[in-house]
């Protein structure tokens, strides 16, 4: 449909919780169809509403060519003790990238662009990609997962790429 502009860091708006979607409808079908455009013409694998400054609890994903999963209203209601590492980075942040550790499998609740309401286990790379853009639906940038000085690093160079 339309790629749409992605808010940049460190604009507030990446620090901004968002809303549970209420209505279900061509309106959410329209931002879901935005979101899969605009996450592509990043590029990326993951995008959520709040990347693009509509804050309502949606994301999409596309973590193997033509297969769109979207997620309306996600809660993780629960986490392995078991992590793993994984490289992360955001269509806010391009080029900047970093190590984190998270949990490696986790269990979602969350709702279809229908409304109906769906759970689904995760693991590996999907339930890294999972945990990533629930933080930003909470208004936790993935940086702030990092530790002061490696953020404080990531930051510096984001920084000098802007110039």
């Known amino acids: 449909m339309t790629v749409r502009t992605i808010v940049r860091y460190p ?3 990446l620090a901004t919780p968002c809303e549970p979607v209420a209505t279900f409808g061509p309106d959410l079908v329209i931002l879901q169809q935005d979101l899969v455009d605009t996450m592509r013409a990043a590029p990326g694998v993951g995008i959520t509403a709040s990347h693009i ?3 309502q609890r949606v994301f999409v994903l596309e973590l193997e060519p033509g297969k769109i999963l979207t997620y309306v209203n996600p809660e993780i209601i629960h986490s392995s003790t078991d992590t793993m590492r994984h490289v992360e980075g955001s269509v806010s942040m391009p080029g900047i990238t970093e190590e984190l ?3 490696r499998q986790v269990t979602l609740r969350f709702q279809d ?3 109906a309401k769906r759970e689904e286990t995760a ?3 999907h339930a890294v990609c999972i945990q990533h853009e629930i933080d930003q639906l909470d208004g936790i940038f993935w940086i702030k997962r990092l530790s002061k000085l490696k953020r404080d690093r990531l930051i510096r160079k984001w920084e000098k790429t802007q110039r």
């Open 123 to 125: 693991d590996g790379f």
């Open 101 to 103: 550790e998270r949990p």
């Open 11 to 13: 604009a507030t708006a």
């Open 53 to 55: 400054g509509v804050f």
């Open 113 to 115: 662009l229908t409304g």
